[in-house]
């Protein structure tokens, strides 16, 4: 069982830049696979970002390419999302997710993902 938990959500103007971590319970962090999404409300939760478990692979959607990026510290059990020139559209609950298997293939589905956290609001005003 992988338990995750988010940090550094909050309010910010568009423009501006946020960090979100998210930590991992579990001591195979090193061999998951890892992801972020975003939840709007009323919408349906869409891929963000992930990264390998080798950390030689990342994947992003295609409106937050060049803004965002996924990286980790497998010495700490953490992945993080560092935001920049954050928009109002971007204002989501973003969560963190493990993949279902260890040292699998990379994938943006959230099908793939076993693992969930409870989520980290975000919120870019205008």
């Known amino acids: 069982q992988v338990q995750l938990v988010e940090s550094g959500g909050g309010l910010v103007q568009a423009g501006g830049s946020l960090r979100l971590s998210c930590a991992a319970s579990?001591?195979?962090?090193?061999?998951?696979?890892m992801g972020w999404f975003r939840q709007p409300p009323g919408k349906e939760r869409d891929f963000v970002a992930a990264i390998d478990w080798r950390r030689s692979t990342t994947m992003y959607a295609d409106s937050v390419k060049g803004r965002f990026t996924i990286s980790r510290d497998n010495s700490k059990n953490t992945v993080y999302l560092q935001m920049n020139n954050l928009k109002p559209e971007d204002t989501a609950v973003y969560l963190c997710?493990?993949?279902?298997?260890?040292?699998?293939?990379?994938?943006?589905?959230?099908?793939?993902?076993?693992?969930w956290g409870q989520g980290t609001q975000v919120t870019v005003s205008s």
């Open positions: 579990t001591r195979a962090f090193g061999n998951y696979n």
């Open positions: 997710a493990a993949d279902r298997t260890i040292t699998g293939r990379l994938s943006a589905s959230k099908y793939d993902f076993g693992y």
